[in-house]
């Protein structure tokens, strides 16, 4: 932590690399998992340590911070142009959240990308009716397209528009 704050970040990274090693050994997972939660904080544009976060957090039990380790890398993964890791990542962080909106969106629109639309619609169907942000919908209304649902498609997409017409840009 003094590394931290005197500046001095790849130091602290590895400090706390060799020290969450060292509580693992030990059989100390838990201190272990906030050693490498600091790392992931420390260089977060690391899909590696990310994951390495993610990986000991699901195995713990601790699915909110796998899930959101899980995205965030999955995140970074497409970002460098792996899409099927990126694929991975995000069926892990879905199956560990399988009723939270967030991992299903992401996984879904990665779905989609790779032309999977039925199994996209698939993940976004539990939450369509309490849904009503414009990039979910959005989703959704691409997921039916793709599939054929053109009504379905049509109805989630006016969803979309305004309720009052006036308010419509010109």
């Known amino acids: 932590l003094l ?25 100390k997972q838990e201190q272990a998992l906030d050693c490498l939660e600091r790392v992931a ?13 993610a990986n000991l957090a699901e195995q ?6 796998a899930v959101r380790a899980f995205l965030r890398a999955a995140q970074l993964a497409e970002a460098s142009a792996d899409a099927a890791a990126a694929l ?6 879905h199956a560990l959240a399988p009723a ?12 989609l990308r790779r032309g999977e639309a039925a199994q996209a619609l698939g993940l976004l169907e539990p939450h369509a009716n309490s849904e009503s942000d414009a990039a979910f919908l959005n989703t959704l209304g691409e997921a039916l397209t ?3 649902d053109f009504d379905r498609a049509r109805g989630v997409l006016e969803r979309m528009l305004p309720q009052d017409p006036t308010t419509m840009p010109k």
């Not at 713990?60 to 911070?65: E, H, Q, R, S």
């Not at 939270?100 to 779905?111: G, I, K, V």
């Open 60 to 65: 713990l039990g601790k699915n909110a911070i």
């Open 41 to 53: 904080q420390l260089e977060p544009d690391s899909a590696a340590r990310q994951f390495a976060a």
């Open 100 to 111: 939270e909106r967030s991992p299903a969106l992401l996984y879904a629109q990665a779905l």
């Open 3 to 27: 590394l931290q704050k005197q500046g001095r970040t790849a130091d602290a990274i590895d400090n706390y690399v060799a020290a969450s090693e060292l509580l693992l050994a030990r059989g």
């Open 88 to 93: 991975g990542l995000l069926q892990r962080a």
């Open 146 to 148: 793709a599939t054929g």
